[in-house]
Structures are given as C-alpha cells and as structure tokens.
C-alpha cells in the first residue's frame, strides 16, 4: 500500500529549511505592522520591480502579457495599466504561469493526490495547496521559500508579538489548539506543519470533520489556551461550552478561513466569554489579522498589493462594498499572482497612514442571482440569526427560491419548519424576489469537504451539484 504522507527525511529538511528562515524573518515581519504608508509603498515598488522582471523574463505566460511593460516604471499604487488574472488562467495555463520548467500540473496534482496529514514537498523546493473558493472551481498553488516565510510568518507575527508581550512562552512553547482542516492539501492542515519548531508557540490539529463529541473530548483533554478554528466550528463548541459538555478556558478564540458573520461572533463570545480575532488568509497569498474584538482586518500590505474594486476593476472609495479583490503577490516568484482576482467582498476603513483596514463580507459568488433580482445572503441570514432554535444552516438555491437544511441547537431539538419556511419566504418576497418558494428539512448535521473540512454556507443553483467549499 503507498505511503500517504511525506517521508519524514524529505519533509525534516523541507522544514529544516522554512522553519529558521520564519523565524530569522520574524522580527522584521512584526516591524512592518508599524510601517506608515510611505514605507509600506517603498517596499512594494523593490519588491513589484524584481517580481515583475522575474515574472516577465521566466514565465511565457507573463511574458506575453506583459510584453513592453517597463519594471522600473510601474507605480504599487496604480497598477491599472497592467492585465488582471483569474482562477482559469491559474488552472488553464498553469504550465505556463509558473517559472521553474520542471514544475508542471501533472506533478503538482499527483503530489496532492497522494498528501494526507503532512505536506509533501515538491522538488524538494516546493509546497502545494488547493483551494475551491467560493466560485467552486478548484485552483492550485504552489510556493517557494520566500512565499512560504511571507505567508506563515504574516499569520504569525501578530500571535509572536503578543506571547513576547507576555513575557515569553511556557517550556516547550504555547499550545494552540487549531479545529480546521485534517489534510495537508489546505493550507490550515498544511501550514501548521511549516509553523512550530524554534517559534514560541505549536500547534495542536484538531480536525473540523470529526464528530462534535469527538471535538469536544479532544479539545477538554488538550485545554490548550489558545484556541483556533473554523467559526462556523468555533459556534457549535461555543454552544456546547454553554452546555458544560465543553470545559476549556482559552484566553483568545481565533477565527479562521470562514467568514467569520455578527451572528457567529455573538454565539463565540456568548459561549467562551474571551476577546475574538479574526483571520484572513487565502491560499494566494493574502493575509491578514484583526486586532482582539475589532472587526476590521488589518491586511499585510507588505506581502501583497491589494486593490479593492468594483466589478469593472475599479478601485472603490472607503465605506463601499467591493465586487472583488485584486492581489499581487510580491514574494511568489515561482506562480507569479499579478492583479489575482479574488471574489472576496470588502468594505475598506478610511484610510489612515499604516496598512489597509476593512470589514470581510464574505464571498461575492454567495449572492443568489434570479431574472430581475440578485439575493443576497444577509437576506436569509437576518431571518436565521433571530432562530436560537437553529444551530447550523446550508442554503441551496432554487430556480424560484431556496432550499434550507437546518441543524438543531439541542440534539433532538424542535424546529418548526414550516413557520421558518414563512418567515424566510416573506424575507424573500421583501427582498425582491416574485412568489419564492422555500423548503425547509431538518438534518443531524451539515457535511463538510472531508480535506479542508470547511462548509459551504450558500450554494448557488449554477452549483448544485456542489454542496462543499474547500476554498481557503
């Protein structure tokens, strides 16, 4: 039977490599998060300069696009003149896109195939992740050094910081127990891995598929103090800390990968009774963190160029939501991400003189489109926020409405499904939507991708016949 995870001689030297270059980093890292905008924009000119030559000069993708662009010409903070990318040139030209020859799609998907628990690495150089993403199309990305020490060591930095701040860490270093994706493949399973070592802290994995009562046992014989997850995970732990069935005393809770809505807030501070941050980090590259109990993301500008802009990629003005998000990746020389299109939908803060702040919304492909109207899902939400009967919810879209799968708080709970389908059928009807028909079913519990173990919350009718989003 073929070995499922890394050889350990291959996957040590890997991390013998990353795991010092993160923490060699790491003091730099953390200076960059007082960096006003000028600096923040000196760097990125150096950094844009060198990625877009490199991009230009060793990918034939790149080359072509970006044929007669003058490097030493392009300003970080308009990158207008230069083409925008999508996940179908990543996944259509991937041969083409990345600049080591020897790397090809065929390698980079067999080596996933064959990932289980422990990244695999690739030439020896190399660490892949896939991601669905919200639009449901599956992408690959494949890093290199400099990309992994940018990547790990941004989601770090701040949680480095604040154990310095604390004195230092425990012998051994600060457990942090992390409920996200049991597979390598996603960079929650894979990165934890990359992480640790020489850092003051490590991580515990504790997989988002697994039973509730099997979370709930593994975390109360970990009692780590830190604690990280999924919030759509983090909610239901929350409910059952409230129960006594849970009995963890973390000092922070961090939200990961998911959205991380009002209403799962409220649950996660009601249930552990501790300051809340949020995390955004996608696979591509970008990453950011919040500030405990601030809703806004502060985004490491210092690793990516972020633009966000409406759906013609046209920068939008502070306070307004985006249609999307376009990301260059300034340390990833190996799959050049320039002016990426992520479908993510920010609100920017009004700028002040350090890096990019704004309100994640979620994912623009989550809105439901009907002839004449478009659906968003805070329509549906606004209903099933003012349901405690409700613990868990799917929503599928219909051609004429919605079909909602409903998990009870309490096993063996009563959820009126008809009062709920009225309910949500007059949120519908208010919202523009002609004689909607909405069907509501009780279930047990919501089946997550059994890699990332992520959940699709709202499932447009042009995916049906996907009802898991592994994407980051």
Known sequence: MPATTAPPSRLTAYRDRVQPAVVAAMPELIARTAWDRDEIVAHQRARLRTLLADAVERSPFHGRRLAGVD????????????????????????????????????????????????????????????????????????LDVPAVVQFVGSLCRNLVARIEQMGGPPPGGLPVAIVAAGSAVHPTGGAIHLAGGPLPFHFLPVPATAPLPHLVDRLNALQAPLLYGYPSVLARLAAEQRAGRLRIRPMTVTSTS?????????AIREGFGVPIVNTFGSTEGLVGTSAPDDEDVVFAEDGCIVEVVDEHHRPVPPGTPSAAVLVTNLENHLQPLIRYELTDVLTAAPPRRGHLRALVRGRRDEVFRYPGTALHPHVVRSVLVRSPEVAEYQVRQTPTGIAVTVVPAEAGGRVDEDVLAERLADALAAAGLARPEVAVTRGVALDRDPQTGKLCRFVPLADRSRSLDPGT
């Not at 799609?105 to 993403?133: K, M, N, Q």
């Not at 998911?258 to 409220?266: G, I």
Request: negative net charge; without cysteine; aromatic residues 4%.
């Open 71 to 142: 490097p030493d010409r392009v300003d970080p903070r308009d990158l207008s003149a230069l083409p925008t990318m999508t996940k179908a040139d990543v996944v259509d030209r991937f041969d083409e896109v990345v600049t080591d020859r020897r790397l090809t799609a065929d390698l980079v998907e067999g080596t996933l195939a064959r990932t289980d628990t422990e990244p695999r690495p690739i030439l020896d150089e190399y660490v892949a992740f896939a991601s669905g993403g919200s639009s449901g199309r599956r992408g690959v990305f494949v």
């Open 258 to 266: 998911e959205t991380l809505t009002p209403e799962l807030r409220a």
